[in-house]
């Protein structure tokens, strides 16, 4: 069974600073996608990056990064420099590569960003 | 523009009042999913479509029923809705197995 654990449920942090958002999954499948999506506070899910397991190099979009270790099974997403609009809940989310692809999503961190 | 749109957003019924929630793409998309959102929990799949007249049970899917009889519709129905099934409800669709899904801007029901 697919699971994933986000582990921090809501950090507040000064605006400018950095944040590392935490996201521990667990899979029997040797191939797989893991996802972030961003739930601002009106509510939409937006996606935010697709990375499949074959692939481990971080990426970096703007201020925004992720350090995906598949020998830890872990995929954090930071934010650089965190700006007030970035204030929302932020899910991660897996699954599995063959089949019907069952997406597992995490419960979600809330962050706060204080001006 | 590409979208998912479901319909109504916000949803105040009482206990045994059936009902539907609607949902629609206008992407083509073969796979659709619809999902429930509650407090600590995420998001829990409730169906999934793989397309036309092809649907199967995710992880929640007790109370609730799904039919896709067009590839572009895929409405949610609670046939004897109960206060534990207040949530914040998101369709999705995708193309094929390695895109992205697209979800709806959501629809929160409240059942009193």
């Known amino acids: 069974a697919q699971k994933v654990t986000q582990a921090q449920t809501e950090i507040s942090v000064v605006e400018k600073e950095d944040v590392t958002l935490d996201c521990v999954y667990e899979t029997r499948d040797t191939t797989y996608y893991l996802f972030w999506y961003k739930q601002p506070p009106s509510g939409e899910l937006v996606f935010l990056i697709r990375?499949?397991?074959?692939?481990?190099q971080n990426e970096i979009s703007g201020r925004y990064s992720w350090n995906f270790q598949k020998s830890t099974s872990s995929f954090n997403f930071t934010i650089t420099a965190s700006q007030v609009v970035d204030s929302a809940v932020y899910f991660c989310a897996l699954s599995d590569w063959g089949g019907y692809q069952k997406v597992t999503f995490g419960t979600g961190t809330k962050l706060q960003v204080i001006p | 523009e590409a979208q998912v749109t479901q319909n109504p957003r916000y949803l105040i019924t009482v206990t045994g009042k059936k009902l539907t929630v609607t949902c629609s793409q206008n992407?083509?998309?073969?796979?659709m999913s619809w999902y429930r959102q509650d407090p600590g929990l995420g998001l829990r799949q409730i169906y999934y479509?793989?397309?036309?007249?092809?649907?199967d049970k995710g992880d929640v899917p007790e109370g609730y029923k799904v039919s896709r009889k067009e590839k572009r519709n895929f409405p949610l129905i609670l046939e004897s809705p109960s206060p534990n099934q207040t949530s914040l409800y998101f369709c999705?669709?995708?193309?094929?197995?390695?895109?992205?899904?697209?979800f709806g801007a959501g629809t929160r029901l409240s059942v009193l």
């Open positions: 479509s793989m397309n036309v007249e092809v649907t």
């Open positions: 999705a669709s995708r193309a094929d197995l390695k895109n992205i899904q697209y």
């Open positions: 990375r499949n397991s074959f692939d481990e």
């Open positions: 992407m083509n998309h073969e796979y």
